[in-house]
Nanobody, 116 residues
Framework: VQLQASGGGLVQAGESLRLSCAAP????????MSWYRQPPGNQRELVTT?????????WYADSVKGRFTISSDNAKNMVYLQMNSVKTEDTGVYFC?????????WGQGTLVTVSS
């Protein structure tokens, strides 16, 4: 089972971009949703996480805090990443990750390129 990430592309610094991630309907009881990114020549890093439960908890990397927002549509099994005021250092392949039933599911990655 693989998630489908989309929405990447080429944007200029300061612009906005919205990434989407679709999870199959067979994945139930999603506990954690995250976006990771892998900059060129670097390791994959965690960008943001949303946990579901009695209350929703959010975490953002310092580098994106105040600019990126994770959200979800649980009825559609969709996860989104709204990227505002993008910077050249936001360039990389973005991956969505879902934890459900104790298992990790990954998307294939979508490339975001930010030009100056």
């Amino acid at each position: 089972v693989q998630l489908q990430a989309s929405g990447g592309g080429l944007v200029q610094a300061g612009e906005s971009l919205r990434l989407s991630c679709a999870a199959p309907g067979t994945i139930l009881d999603i506990a954690i949703m995250s976006w990771y990114r892998q900059p060129p020549g670097n390791q994959r890093e965690l960008v943001t996480t949303q946990t579901n439960g009695r209350s929703t908890w959010y975490w953002y990397a310092d580098s994106v805090k105040g600019r990126f927002t994770i959200s979800s549509d649980n009825a559609k099994n969709m996860v989104y990443l709204q990227m505002n005021s993008v910077k050249t250092e936001d360039t990389g392949v973005y991956f969505c990750n879902i934890v459900a039933g104790g298992r990790h599911y990954w998307g294939q990655g979508t490339l975001v390129t930010v030009s100056s």
